[in-house]
């Protein structure tokens, strides 16, 4: 699919907004696996899950598995993998350390032990190199586990080696063709960092058409940002917010898209909303990015108490960077200097 012609990425979103929140392969009866006797064949109902695409209901299925069989290791990594994908070291590394605990309990430590161990040392500056260097090795050798070559293409993005994580994802991908979104947006992620932004959009295209999510839109939307194709982009974010209405992110990338047109009315709209979404929601959120794109917007439209009042906003949140708190006060302070000339 060549996207470079603005037609076919508007006819493509037009397949999107006829979609469903539901993956291609999800279907609306029930499609409970049968309890498993075993933990391999536990491991084998969650792989097959896993590979039509299902990330969500694996990971659930996973949880059950890993209370049912708590002393297998393979379950437990395939779960701390699961998790890892989509959420804050700080909530994945509890499951890693799981995993390293069954290994130090055991005789002979299972492989899935170390995994997790030199996943868990990527947190750690010291040590981070070293611990990729030796997932490297396992991915790369007689390990022919797709949840190591999998923890190694997320291990290749947190250090920010694109080339290696586009192989990694590209590989397991090969091994799994219907993998779950987080997989194939992993791969598009790669592409993108590597300034490949046409292909990664082909990718983004199909993972939106496949599985709808805010998340999914998020990212199609920023690609196309990252082109300049700021009208498309603010179609993708519209059709975010008129799906899920409820996540911030959507009106957020709305807020983004209409700052590029030049609209700013739409823009605050949009960072407004998103800040009033994200104030009651669970959805993962950059307050922080959002207050200051709210506060530049107003800035350039010359409103500059408004503007202060956002920048002050960021410099106290409790999630802003040092660099962050820095920088909104010294904007803040520039904003209101602004005013005083104006006045």
């Known amino acids: 699919m060549q996207v470079r012609n603005g037609f076919i990425v ?8 006829g979609s469903t929140a539901l993956p291609v392969h999800a279907s609306n009866h029930s499609d409970k696996p049968m309890a498993a006797k075993t933990a391999a064949d536990a491991y084998a109902a969650a792989w097959n899950l896993w590979n039509k695409g299902e990330g969500a209901k694996t990971e659930e299925l996973l949880k059950k598995q890993a209370e049912q069989f708590p002393q297998d290791a393979a379950l437990g990594l395939f779960l701390a993998a699961s998790v890892a ?8 590394d509890a499951y890693f350390s799981r995993v390293v605990e069954l290994g130090a309990k055991a005789t002979n430590p299972a492989p899935e032990s170390l995994v997790a161990q030199y996943f868990l040392h990527l947190s750690d500056p010291d040590s981070a190199n070293e611990a990729f260097a030796h997932l490297s090795e396992l991915a790369k050798g007689g390990n ?8 190694y293409a997320q291990a290749a993005e947190r250090m920010e080696k694109p ?5 990694a994802f590209s590989a397991l991908l090969k091994k799994a063709k219907n993998a779950p979104a987080v997989v194939r947006q992993g791969y598009a992620d790669s592409l993108e960092a590597q300034g490949k932004h046409f292909p990664a959009l082909e990718h983004r295209l199909k993972i939106a058409a496949q599985e709808s999510t805010p998340w999914t839109l998020h990212a199609l939307s920023a690609n196309l940002k990252s082109l300049a194709r700021y009208s498309e982009a603010a179609r993708v974010a519209s059709l975010s917010t008129q799906q899920f209405p409820g996540a911030p992110q959507g009106w957020h990338d709305l807020g983004i898209a209409a700052t ?3 609209r700013p009315e739409l ?3 949009g960072y407004s909303k998103a800040a009033q979404i994200a104030q009651t929601s669970s959805e993962k959120f950059d307050h922080s990015a959002n207050l200051l794109a709210w506060a530049s917007c107003l800035e350039s439209q010359k409103k500059y108490g408004e503007a202060a009042q956002k920048y002050r906003q960021l410099a106290a949140f409790q999630g802003a960077s040092a660099e962050q708190v820095r920088t909104a006060n010294l904007r803040a302070r ?5 005013g005083e000339g104006t006045n």
């Open 267 to 269: 823009a605050v709209r």
């Open 85 to 92: 994908s989509h959420s804050p070291n700080s909530q994945s």
């Open 144 to 151: 022919k586990s797709p949840v190591v070559l999998w923890l």
């Open 334 to 338: 520039a904003a209101e200097l602004a």
């Open 10 to 17: 508007v006819a493509a979103l037009g397949l999107i907004s």
């Open 163 to 167: 080339e290696l994580a586009e192989g």
């Open 260 to 262: 590029a047109l030049h």
